[in-house]
């Protein structure tokens, strides 16, 4: 069996394809925007940055079904019939 050579179109559309990508996406988004809300003024810097994380890893964890929704939608536009993964 051949090894497929790794190139800039395979590895992003393995990366547009992947739910896990997605939900690591959307983990830091909600991180970004919310971590300001929820930190405290007189934290100092890692306080900060362990919100981020914990804010980020509720995000990655939350967004599962959503991930795999946008995969499953972007699959059927972008592939149509050619399917990478089986229903």
């Known amino acids: 069996m051949s090894k497929r050579q790794l ?3 395979y590895i992003t559309f393995y990366v547009l394809f ?4 997605w939900q690591a ?3 830091l988004i909600s991180a970004y ?6 930190s405290l003024p007189d934290g100092g810097t890692s306080t ?3 919100i981020f994380i914990m804010i980020g ?4 964890a939350a967004f599962r ?4 929704w ?3 939608t972007l699959i059927r536009l972008i592939l149509g019939e050619k399917r990478l993964y089986p229903k």
Not at 18 to 21: N, R
Not at 33 to 38: E, H, Q, R, Y
Not at 57 to 60: E, P, R, S
Not at 65 to 68: L, S, V, Y
Request: charged share 15%; glycine share 6%.
């Open 65 to 68: 079904t959503p991930a795999r």
């Open 33 to 38: 925007f919310l971590a300001p809300l929820v």
């Open 18 to 21: 992947l739910p896990d990508s």
């Open 70 to 72: 946008i995969t499953r």
């Open 57 to 60: 890893v509720i995000g990655y």
């Open 7 to 9: 190139t800039v179109r």
């Open 48 to 50: 900060r940055a362990m």
């Open 25 to 27: 996406l959307i983990g």
